[in-house]
């Protein structure tokens, strides 16, 4: 999720102040400057970890040397509960588990689907580019693994209400890309099947919320989608988005880019636990989406695909329409019906 109520612009400037030039700008989001230094103005509000609408909320540092932490919602259910991973969005330049849009929206997710919510904070570009956040996703999954098998007394007001034998990696815009790339690792050839090798965790399935994919060839809706004012990503911003979390020299056809390009591994040999995509309908992400579910599809494996109808591109943040609004609830019903299948 590129979260704005605006269309983002790339601009290259000279004279930046003390910083030197200015190589990249995503306005409003991010200025990378050529000495190294970068700038996110505070577009989005970062609130505390507070308990809201029933849930217990806690953040706890998962890794202090990479500064990994995790808020952690805790529904007042009585039943034990599916744990849901979640990772934000922001193009893995931007964002952070403690904006307020993420507050609010994981909160009642957790709420509404009565399941527990980890929602990470990795390591963001271009400080730190891919596969960092990659990589911090797993170890979050082996945190988790490591305080279930210990039993912990520090985490048992969560691990105590937690079914781990039902996880499920979610995440929206660049967030889906990671939930997906991290299940693609437990169950690439060779490795680790997402049901198997993770135990006591076993990965039911996976959520995609418009996730963050791209290619050197444009689709249809990059090219002639009408940008839509309640959508939070322009195909520039995109652009600037790869070019700073990519590993240097790679193009947009990277396998962690474009799952569809030809260096990818086939999907038919990924073994991957059941996967909802969500999509919505004015997002220029739409046919590169739906193009990852029909090439799931026809590779064998179990995917639901979700559109939501006249929305754009993190919707479920913005929340700046009514229709946001509406099309919100329906995606938060549509989740809670896949964990709970």
């Known amino acids: 999720m590129e979260a704005i109520s605006f269309n983002p612009r790339i601009n290259v400037q000279v004279n930046q102040k003390s910083h030197g030039v200015l190589v990249e700008e995503i306005e409003g989001l991010i200025r990378v400057h050529k000495n190294g230094y970068v700038e996110r103005p505070p577009i989005i509000p970062i609130v505390p970890c507070t308990a809201t609408g029933g849930v217990t909320a806690k953040d706890i540092v998962i890794d202090k040397f990479t500064g990994l932490w995790t808020r952690i919602y805790v529904p007042n259910y009585s039943n034990k509960m599916p744990l849901l991973i979640y990772f934000h969005g922001g193009g893995f ?67 105590s209400q937690c079914d781990l034998s039902s996880l499920f990696l979610a995440g929206d815009s660049a967030g889906a890309n990671i939930a997906y790339i991290v299940t693609t690792r437990l169950g690439s050839p060779g490795g680790t099947s997402p049901s198997s090798g993770m135990k006591p965790l076993v990965v039911k399935g996976s959520i995609l919320i418009q996730p963050f994919f791209g290619g050197e060839s444009r689709t249809a809706t990059e090219l002639h989608a009408t940008p839509q004012v309640n959508s939070a990503l322009t195909l520039p911003a995109s652009d600037a988005y ?71 591109h993190a919707f479920q943040i913005l929340h700046n329409s009514p229709s946001s609004h509406i099309r919100t609830q329906e995606m938060i019903s549509d989740i809670k019906t896949f964990i709970n299948q």
């Open 93 to 159: 330049c931007v964002g952070s588990a403690a904006w307020s849009c993420y507050h609010e929206f994981l909160s009642g997710l957790a709420s509404k689907s009565g399941c527990i919510i980890f929602s990470v904070n990795y390591r963001l570009a271009p400080e730190n580019r891919l596969p960092a956040g990659y990589d911090d996703g797993i170890e979050t999954l082996m945190w988790v693994k490591q305080q279930a098998l210990s039993g912990s007394n520090e985490h048992k007001w969560w691990l």
């Open 242 to 312: 790869w070019r700073l979390s990519l590993p240097f020299g790679s193009n947009r056809d990277h396998p962690w880019c474009n799952p569809l390009a030809n260096s990818t591994p086939k999907l038919r040999e990924l073994r991957l636990a059941p996967t909802m995509v969500c999509v919505s309908e004015m997002d220029i992400l739409k046919d590169r989406n739906m193009g990852f579910c029909n090439a799931l599809s026809s590779a064998g494996k179990r995917v639901e695909t979700k559109i939501y109808k006249g929305v754009g």
